[in-house]
């Protein structure tokens, strides 16, 4: 399956986020110079956010580094905040700097469960050979 790096990750914050935000905005992805990403307000408390494959994409997973991704968490975090914070200040760079912090512990502690499930697995394993 060839899902897109930008729409997962998208996604994961919003699902971590999910509890802090009024609403989860919906997602397009665009081919736009100017900006890495932007969010746009629709109405009846529903908005559009916009992120830039040209500024953002890396293309396949594997060509991704740490940095690319802590980028684009932080540009995710950034329109995030500003669905609680329309404008730009101390509150809203606390709102995105808090936002990206919470999602990057999340993603560590799933990061860490993973591990620990393999070990038990490895476990289980040795004890019914045994
Ligand atoms: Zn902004």
């Known amino acids: 399956m060839n899902t897109s790096v930008l729409t997962d990750y998208y996604y994961i914050c919003a699902d971590i986020l999910k509890d802090y935000l009024p609403c989860i905005p919906k997602l397009k992805l665009t081919n736009a110079k100017g900006y890495y990403g932007q969010i746009q307000y629709d109405g009846n408390n529903e908005f559009t ?7 953002l994409d890396c293309g396949k997973r594997k060509y991704w580094d740490d940095e690319d ?25 606390d709102t995105t700097n808090q936002m990206r912090n ?16 393999i070990i038990d697995g490895f476990q289980k394993e040795s004890k019914v050979a045994i």
Do not use: M, P, Q
């Open 49 to 55: 956010i916009r992120l830039s494959k040209w500024n």
């Open 69 to 93: 991704i802590d980028e684009l968490i932080d540009t995710i975090c950034h329109e995030f905040a500003h669905i609680l914070y329309w404008k730009h200040g101390t509150k809203h760079t």
């Open 102 to 117: 919470f999602v990057n512990s999340t993603l560590k502690i799933l990061e860490c469960e993973a591990k620990l499930r």
